[in-house]
């Protein structure tokens, strides 16, 4: 009993302290739920990210290493051209959108296959790098019981995770600066992570979002400015 009361407690320890700024990501990316991209997307890129970690971190119990952490940090290439993008395409028309249809009952495969949720699980792929730092050697240090109590665990908080931050995009005051700035405020961090992620430097990290922040706003006034001509031209 005792050995199960500490692979719990082992398990909640090492996933609070690995995924406490998923927190913050998971939040960010709940704002950003639309007609095309919606919780499913979220909870199941999350879960298959995850899953991913937990694979690569699982030779750990057998005495080895399959993936360097120097490939695990390229992919935080992914966050950076998926905030690049959004600040690209922010400013276009919505109506593409809202004419796009998805099955009324869309099966798992086709969650698990879209490319909003290999989006979401290449991020929190990117951003677990240095999970599999904690989880290696805690991986080699456990027996099979205490393993898969932990790995149970984890996919628990998961959850968990998704949950508090679907909740906390309700909060007045998160919502409403979600709302008016979230759809500049999320590229910039998903650039600002995709360097911390390559580079682990946090200066770069400040500059990156700062930048990608006066570059939204420069884009955002150049289109303003694009569509007040357009708009007396008509005239």
């Not at 690049?84 to 009952?105: G, H, I, N, W």
């Not at 240090?141 to 309700?170: H, P, Q, R």
Request: with cysteine.
């Amino acid at each position: 009993m005792s050995d199960l009361v500490t692979a719990i407690t082992t398990g909640i320890t090492a996933f609070t302290a690995t995924n406490i700024d998923d927190i913050v990501i998971l939040t960010l990316l709940f704002s950003q739920i639309s007609k095309t991209f919606r919780s499913r997307h979220i909870l199941a890129g999350q879960y298959l990210g995850f899953a991913a970690l937990i694979v690569a971190s699982l030779p750990g119990f057998f005495g080895g290493m399959i993936i360097p952490q120097d490939w695990i940090r390229l992919l935080g290439l992914m966050p950076i051209i998926i905030g690049v993008s959004s600040l690209l395409k922010r400013e276009e028309d919505s109506q593409e959108e809202a004419e796009e249809t998805e099955p009324s009952c869309p099966s798992i495969i086709s969650n698990f296959l879209s490319p909003q949720t290999c989006n979401v699980a290449a991020i929190a792929f990117a951003n677990g790098s240095d999970n599999i730092s904690v989880y290696v050697p805690l991986f080699a240090n456990s027996e099979l019981d205490s393993l898969l109590v932990i790995i149970g665990v984890f996919f628990t908080m998961v959850g968990v995770w998704c949950y508090t931050a679907y909740k906390l995009t309700y909060l007045p005051a998160i919502a409403n600066f979600l709302t008016e700035n979230g759809n500049t405020f999320v590229p910039c961090i998903l650039i600002g992570l995709g360097v911390f992620i390559v580079s682990e430097n946090v200066t770069w990290t400040l500059l990156s979002v700062v930048s990608s922040y006066v570059f939204s706003l420069i884009l955002g006034f150049n289109t303003q400015q694009s569509s007040e001509e357009h708009e007396k031209l008509s005239v």
